[in-house]
């Protein structure tokens, strides 16, 4: 009987591990996107076609946490992540790789944080996600645990977790309407924003 | 094409909040095939795409001398 409630206690704390985990991803990349969107606001600075692309795997990643939120976990939910990760990984590749030695009058690559630019950061991002989605698998396993407790016993994180999902969906449709106003319904630029002309 | 891409990530995100998840996993997954299909026509396309041509050595064909 003491076992069994030992048992329930430390199925109880992995869950809970697997909550904050989620949610600490989603912080990261909200923070990564604010920056970003810092750079453009600020700076000046327009993201180019890939980059926005970027964005959107970024978002696509907390899409599948944000329904472990909602819905209750599941590894359908971290495979809609994991698949946006991959999508990251092979935009922030193909980007690198283009910036490296860039296309006579394509030389736009924008400014460096800490000595790094966002191309590169983005590999590094994906890498650290599917690094930290395989320990977290390798941790706390596919056990039927993680499934059973609901967001709504961790009270305190679900409610985090809230106001984090509607930041996320936030800068979204700030994205949206910044998107609207650099490329139109047409093709992107980094020029300028085309519906300000 | 980049709008609907991003007005199909707001959407998925805002039925996930809100509505059902079947709409949303559908809208995630259209999200999903724009971004494809835009990431391979930006690089492929012999206008505007990213191309590589300095890494494309099939065209150079200059034969290297080594002295």
Redesign the interface.
């Known amino acids: 009987m003491i076992d069994s409630h030992r048992s329930m206690t430390t199925q109880r704390f992995l869950a809970s591990l697997n909550y904050i985990y989620l949610l600490l991803v989603m912080f990261v990349i909200a923070g990564i996107l604010t920056t970003a969107m810092t750079l453009q606001y600020v700076k000046g600075e327009l993201p180019c ?2 980059c ?2 970027e964005r ?2 970024m ?2 990643v ?2 599948g946490i ?2 472990n939120f ?2 209750g976990f599941s590894y359908q939910n971290t495979g ?1 992540s994991l ?2 990760t991959i ?1 990251l990984l ?2 922030a590749v ?2 690198t ?2 910036d490296i ?1 860039p ?1 006579p009058g ?1 030389e736009y690559i924008g400014s460096a944080i800490f000595g790094i630019h966002m191309p590169v950061w983005s590999i590094i991002i994906a890498l650290c996600l599917l690094t930290a989605y395989a320990i977290k698998l390798a941790i706390l396993g596919g056990d039927e645990y993680l499934r059973g407790a609901e967001p709504s016993e961790f009270p305190a994180i679900k409610k985090i977790a809230d106001i984090m ?2 930041y ?2 936030a800068i ?2 700030i ?2 309407v910044s ?2 106003l650099q ?3 047409g ?2 630029h980094t020029f300028n924003y085309k519906l300000l002309q | 094409m980049m709008v609907a891409v991003f007005a199909a990530m707001t959407l998925a995100l805002i039925c996930g909040w809100f509505g059902s998840r079947t709409l949303a996993v559908a809208l995630f997954f259209g999200c999903l095939v724009l971004s494809i299909g835009l990431f391979l026509f930006e690089i492929y396309s012999p206008e505007s795409g990213f191309r590589m041509p300095w890494i494309q050595t099939e065209i150079d064909g200059t034969p290297q001398v080594r002295s």
């Open positions: 076609p890939l926005l692309l959107v795997a978002l696509g907390c899409f944000m329904l909602r819905r809609f698949l946006f999508v092979v935009i193909r980007q790789l283009l030695y296309r394509h999902i509607l996320v969906i979204c449709v994205n949206l998107v609207i490329c139109g319904f093709e992107c």
